[in-house]
């Protein structure tokens, strides 16, 4: 028999799982706030749970799955984890701290399907979907890293699905772990601190405008128009430019009266950050009157991708045009180059260099 997964269980989950063990209900909240809110990876440290019980949650069940393989802590204080699941595919997390705030970028499959071309995870190509399970468990174990397990966090938590993978291809277990997330007994971060990025799913894009708890938006478009797009972004082909706002046309709709959803743009020297490109952009979204906001992504370059950042000059003319245009536009700051953990640098690199197969 499969150990079963608790961390990927919701409290109604888990509350069957142990009425099944014949125990009774409220020993399911004791266990669900001990890995969620306690953050308590082991059954030892259930001291709260008889005995016996907790001999049959080692035989039958699991706690954590992953094996970490490394860590890398960046000059700036981003933390960079690479764990193999229990099959042996790589995942990756990425925990960033700030002032106010820490941030914890997940990754929602190991590698991803996807071939923008100015991405590293594309070169692993999709070895397979995270459960719900090893969604939550990234997000523990970060926290349990930075504070310690059973440790009340100082600060606040958000996350970002925009670690390796392509979230809305692994639509149902990234609902079900912001539903576990969102639980007031347990890690209770709420959705409205959490960010999804695609690049550019529309029919799930369509569907999240219809889900009442729903987190924040994000869409990498990358490309003021398709011929460029089509390039960069393959997906492009399947959702094309006009189809992908219209879908975001729609989901407007679904936005708070102070919401706004986001169009990430990485930018590559030469390729796509003139100032014609900037405002070709701008028309784009003016057209659509859309209620979103750019953040512009320098580069990371990484062997083998063939591009080069653009300077920061450009960058910065490049916003100002959006700007001048009545598009907001911000420039995102990269956190954690140096190990790897930036935007679009998540390839399973480990010092022996890439990890991916599973062996
Ligand atoms: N598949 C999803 C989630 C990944 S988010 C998506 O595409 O949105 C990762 C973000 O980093 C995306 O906005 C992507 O456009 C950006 N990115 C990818 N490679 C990058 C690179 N080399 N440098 C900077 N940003 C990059």
């Not at 306690?38 to 005995?51: E, G």
């Not at 399907?113 to 190509?125: N, R, S, Y």
């Not at 907001?328 to 480990?350: E, M, N, T, V, Y």
């Amino acid at each position: 028999m499969q150990p079963v997964h608790l961390t990927g269980l919701s409290q109604a989950e888990l509350s069957d799982f142990v009425a099944s063990l014949g125990e009774p209900e409220y020993r399911a909240r004791q266990i669900f706030s001990a890995i969620h809110a306690r953050r308590v990876m082991s059954f030892d440290a259930m001291t709260d749970l008889p005995k016996e019980l907790r001999a049959t949650l080692v035989q039958r069940t699991l706690l954590s799955t992953f094996k970490l393989e490394s860590r890398y802590i960046s000059t700036d204080g981003t933390r960079r984890y690479l764990f193999k699941t229990r099959d042996n595919f790589p995942v990756e997390t990425v925990f960033i701290p700030e002032e106010r705030r820490d941030t914890i970028c997940f990754s929602s499959q190991s590698g991803c399907p996807l071939q923008c071309t100015f991405c590293l995870t594309a070169q692993l190509g999709l070895l397979r979907n995270l459960t719900a399970g090893e969604i939550v468990e990234q997000i523990i174990f970060a926290l349990n890293d930075a504070y310690g397990e059973g440790v009340q966090t100082p600060r606040g938590t958000n996350l970002v699905g925009m670690g390796a993978g392509e979230p809305f291809l692994n639509f149902d277990n990234l609902m079900k772990t912001i539903r576990i997330m969102n639980d007031t007994s347990g890690l209770h971060i709420v959705p409205n601190r959490i960010t999804v990025s695609t690049a550019g799913i529309v029919p799930r894009i369509r569907d999240l405008a219809t889900i009442a708890d729903r987190p924040h938006l994000a869409i990498s478009l990358a490309a003021p128009n398709d011929e460029l797009r089509n390039e960069l972004m393959p997906i492009n082909k399947k959702w094309p430019i006009e189809e992908l706002l219209s879908a975001c046309k729609e989901f407007e709709k679904s936005l708070k009266p102070n919401e706004q959803f986001t169009f990430e743009y990485v930018m590559l020297r030469g390729v796509n950050d003139s100032d014609a490109q900037a405002r070709q952009l701008a028309n784009l979204l003016n057209r659509h009157a859309l209620r979103a906001k750019v953040n512009l992504i320098p580069h990371n370059p990484a062997e083998p991708l063939p591009y080069q950042p653009s300077p920061m000059e450009r960058v910065e003319s490049f916003r100002e045009i959006l700007e001048s245009k009545g598009v907001h536009a911000f420039i995102r700051r990269p956190r954690g180059r140096d190990i790897f953990a930036a935007c679009g640098q998540l390839a399973a690199r480990s010092e022996t260099g890439l990890s991916a197969a599973p062996s």
